[in-house]
């Protein structure tokens, strides 16, 4: 309790001195006076996995499109879900991953918004054209704390904790490399009835990253990346590059987002590089800012900024199926990449960033 209390003044300082330098964006997202230090982390406003369970069986009641699937279990029961839906198998399928780390769960709230939308028809006239199919909270006992070691110097406020890890302390977005008999029970399910069931294009695998990246003096509200691994096929990367032209170019055109280049590694144990080497996938790596709990002060972003991450993830979703739907993504420029910044870490401490 003490460091907690703590932590959070001293991130009030680094926070008022790094606002002065970034004062002339002040609009960005990653620049609103919500740095994390002052204000409540909570997370009881996030939903729980029985929450999520619930929603998805009301929206599957309400969407006759949705088709709904247990894919496996968690290492301590917890049920994965599969939200499909498959209007022609011929048709060019997008998967989304979400919360392969427990304690990232804002891309999991957008991803419950992105299927009410899709029920509520605000995605016009994609669901003919592209498939979907929607992972959301992989990591169910990371999810909720639930998790044989101890979280007892996590930050947030609420019910529960968060962690990256699994039950069993495994970070299942280092897992992509192993045999699929190999992997934690989490992956397995994903890997033997997702990735090894269904013809897959496409893959956002959705993070969250520490709250101070920046480019251009200016803190980013995320970053992006496609795969590096050598033995992707170079097709499959410019798939990738395009797929990350389309969510980039939405968000940017908003104005209150702001993406950077992630610094990312070349290993398939990764599932950016590893999905992409096996299956040859077009993936792409979305990191939203500020994780919902950690022991680091400094990764852990304050709720106000909830509503615009949300929807930033429902933002890249919503863009990547239209965009797959109308054939656009195949026009999709790549040549960004070349000019967009790697982010950087701007704070005190340097600190390691980790898809
Ligand atoms: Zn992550």
Not at 57 to 85: F, H
Not at 91 to 111: K, M, R, S, Y
Not at 201 to 220: F, K, P
Not at 267 to 278: E, F, K, L, P, T
């Amino acid at each position: 309790m003490k460091k907690k209390v703590l932590s959070v003044s001293l991130s009030g300082v680094l926070a008022f001195g790094a606002l002065t330098t970034v004062a002339p964006s002040a609009l960005a997202v990653g620049n609103g006076p919500n740095y994390n230090g002052n204000e409540s982390i909570q997370t009881s406003i996030l939903h729980t996995h029985e929450e999520l369970v619930d929603f998805l069986k009301t929206q599957d009641a309400k969407q006759e499109a949705l088709e709904l699937e247990v894919i496996g279990e968690s290492v301590k029961g917890r049920d994965i879900y599969l939200a499909k839906y498959i209007s022609n198998p011929e048709n060019p399928t997008i998967l989304f991953l979400t919360q392969q780390h427990g304690n990232e769960q804002l891309a999991t709230e957008g991803a419950l918004e992105f299927i009410k939308h899709l029920g509520a028809n605000k995605v016009k006239g994609v669901l003919e054209n592209v498939n979907i199919l929607v992972v959301p909270m992989l990591n169910p006992d990371g999810a909720m704390g639930d998790v044989n070691f101890s979280l007892e110097n996590y930050i947030a406020d609420g019910d529960r904790h968060l962690t990256r890890y699994n039950a069993n302390e495994v970070d299942l977005n280092r897992e992509h490399a192993k045999p699929i008999h190999e992997m934690q029970p989490e992956q397995r399910a994903f890997y033997e009835n997702v990735l090894e069931k269904y013809e897959i294009d496409y893959l956002i695998d959705l993070h969250h990253q520490g709250t101070r990246s920046a480019i251009d003096g200016e803190l980013v509200s995320g970053s992006m990346l496609y795969p590096l691994n050598e033995e992707v096929d170079p097709t499959v990367v410019e798939n990738s590059k395009k797929l990350g032209s389309v969510v980039y170019h939405a968000i940017e055109a908003k104005g209150w987002g702001k993406i950077g280049k992630y610094r990312g590694g070349t290993g398939n144990n990764i599932g950016r590089n590893g999905i992409a080497s096996r299956y040859g996938i077009a993936t792409l790596l979305f990191e939203m800012r500020g994780m919902s709990d950690h022991e680091y002060e400094s990764y852990v972003l304050g709720q106000k900024s909830n509503g615009y991450l949300i929807q930033q993830s429902v933002l890249a979703l919503e863009s990547s199926v239209k965009a797959i739907a109308d054939g656009s993504i195949n026009d999709a420029d790549i040549s960004f990449w070349d000019d967009l910044p790697f982010q950087y870490w701007m704070g005190e401490e340097e600190v390691e960033e980790d898809e």
